[in-house]
C-alpha cells in the first residue's frame, strides 16, 4: 500500500530515522502532518532548519545555548558557580530547573554508561566535568543521575574519576523512586530530593 505512494515512503523512511519516533506512534505524526496546515509544516521544516543550524551545546556544560550567545547559565552572575549538578540528559536539566529549587550549575553527560547498548565512559562527558572541577572554582559536585542500573554505574565511575580532585560529591537522596528518571519527578520530589542529598564524599 505504502509502494504505491512514494513521497509518503521517503517520509516514513526519513522520520524512522529518529529513535523516539520509531514506534507506533510514527503514523500518528504522519497522519497529523499530511492532514495540516502547509504554511504550519513549512513553519516546522524551517524551525528545524535553523535550530540545527543556530544552536549548539555549550563546550562547558553541554546544555544546549544559541551559537551567538554565551551560555546562561555558565556566565549568570546569578547562579552559584561553585555547585555543578550532574545530569543525564539536558531534559533533566530542564526538569530540575522548573523545580525553581536549585540556583547553581549543570553539567549533561550526554548519556549513562550503557554495555548492553554500546555506551561506554569514554562516550560521555565525564572528562570534560573532571577538567571544570580541576580549574578550581567548583566545590560541590551534585549527582542527579537516574535511579536505574545504568545511573548507579554512572555514579560510581564519575565518583571514580573525581577522587583525585578531593571536591564533595553528593548525590539525590533516596527519596527518589527506584528506576525513577528525573526528567518525570514532580517539583515536590526533585526540591526533596535536592534538599536531603547525601554525601558521597566518604566513598572518595
Ligand atoms: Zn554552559
Given at each position: 500500500m505504502i509502494n504505491s505512494v512514494p513521497h509518503l515512503k521517503q517520509l516514513l523512511r526519513q522520520l524512522q530515522q529518529v529513535p523516539y519516533l520509531a514506534s507506533k506512534n510514527l503514523y500518528r505524526v504522519v497522519d497529523h502532518l499530511l492532514g495540516s496546515d502547509p504554511r504550519m509544516v513549512a513553519n516546522l521544516c524551517d524551525a528545524l532548519t535553523k535550530a540545527r543550524d543556530q544552536i549548539i551545546r555549550c563546550s562547558d556544560c553541554f546544555i544546549w545555548i544559541e551559537r551567538s550567545k554565551p551560555c546562561s547559565f555558565c556566565t549568570s552572575s546569578k547562579r552559584d558557580q561553585s555547585v555543578v549538578c550532574v545530569v543525564q540528559s539536558w531534559q533533566d536539566a530542564l526538569s530540575i530547573e522548573t523545580s525553581e529549587s536549585y540556583r547553581g550549575l549543570y553539567h549533561v553527560l550526554c548519556g549513562l554508561v550503557s554495555p548492553l547498548d554500546g555506551?561506554?565512559?569514554?562516550?560521555?562527558t565525564v572528562q570534560h566535568l573532571v577538567r571544570r572541577v580541576e580549574k578550581g572554582k567548583i566545590k560541590e559536585i551534585i549527582l542527579a543521575l537516574n535511579q536505574t542500573p545504568e545511573g548507579e554505574a554512572t555514579s560510581i565511575y564519575v565518583v571514580g574519576q573525581l577522587k583525585k580532585s578531593g571536591v564533595m560529591v553528593s548525590a539525590l537522596s533516596r527519596g527518589v523512586p527506584a528506576g525513577g528518571s528525573i526528567a518525570f519527578m514532580d517539583r515536590l520530589t526533585i526540591y526533596q530530593a535536592l534538599s536531603d542529598r547525601r554525601s558521597l564524599s566518604g566513598n572518595l
Open positions: 555506551v561506554g565512559p569514554q562516550d560521555l
